[in-house]
């Protein structure tokens, strides 16, 4: 009858809703909402699985460690501009990256400080990948809306690769093998840099 049809009807539409609740409660707990990145746990559990299955079927995979330079002592006493740039840098950073989204995995693993796995991709591919992601980079973030609200006019990226030759089993040691490189003065000339300037209020970036 048309009562009964009515309660089912509105019981499918309670069901719909919590579901919807319950995927967006658990997007949150997996995903950094400024930028859409995985959380660095969640990153690590996925890379993970993906290094084991490239690994078993003999596929090509890069890890990329992405960061930015400096900014965080420039920003130590103002939380409020760090926070815009690193929602900024991550929200631009996954948005150039989203056109290979089946082949990419993006995680935020500090404020200044993101991962990318990259599948069907060695050390030379994956350096041109993050070379082109770089270029995307200086439109993307020169229309980002809040990027007025930056007291900075430009940034600083550095960026290392590693890739399944030197993958022993553990995404998360081959990562501490890039932190190595980035962040240790005799270690980092592995490392590529590159740098973006914007023009804020206009269209056009130089």
């Not at 009807?9 to 997996?30: A, G, P, S």
């Not at 995680?107 to 070379?131: C, H, N, P, W, Y």
């Not at 600083?156 to 962040?183: C, H, M, P, T």
């Amino acid at each position: 009858n048309r009562k009964g049809f009515h309660s089912a009807v509105k019981l499918v539409e309670l069901f719909w809703r919590h579901l919807q609740t319950v995927n967006q409660r658990q997007w949150e707990m997996e995903h950094d909402g400024h930028s859409g990145a995985l959380r660095d746990r969640e990153f690590l559990e996925q890379a993970q699985v993906w290094a084991e299955e490239c690994h078993k079927s003999d596929e090509l995979f890069s890890l990329v460690v992405f960061t930015l330079r400096g900014f965080r002592r420039i920003f130590t006493n103002d939380s409020e501009q760090w926070r815009i740039l690193s929602g900024i840098v991550g929200r631009c950073l996954n948005g150039v990256l989203s056109a290979n989204s089946d082949n990419c995995l993006l995680g935020k693993m500090a404020d200044d400080v993101f991962a990318i796995m990259l599948r069907r991709s060695d050390e030379f591919l994956a350096s041109s990948t993050m070379q082109r992601a770089a270029d995307k980079l200086r439109e993307a973030m020169g229309k980002d809306p809040d990027v007025d609200m930056l007291e900075v006019m430009g940034v600083e990226f550095q960026w290392s690769v590693a890739d399944y030759k030197q993958y022993k089993g553990s995404v998360e040691q081959l990562l501490n093998k890039i932190y190595r490189r980035l962040f240790c003065q005799s270690q980092n000339k592995s490392s590529q840099i590159h740098q973006i300037v914007w023009e804020k209020q206009v269209d056009k970036v130089r």
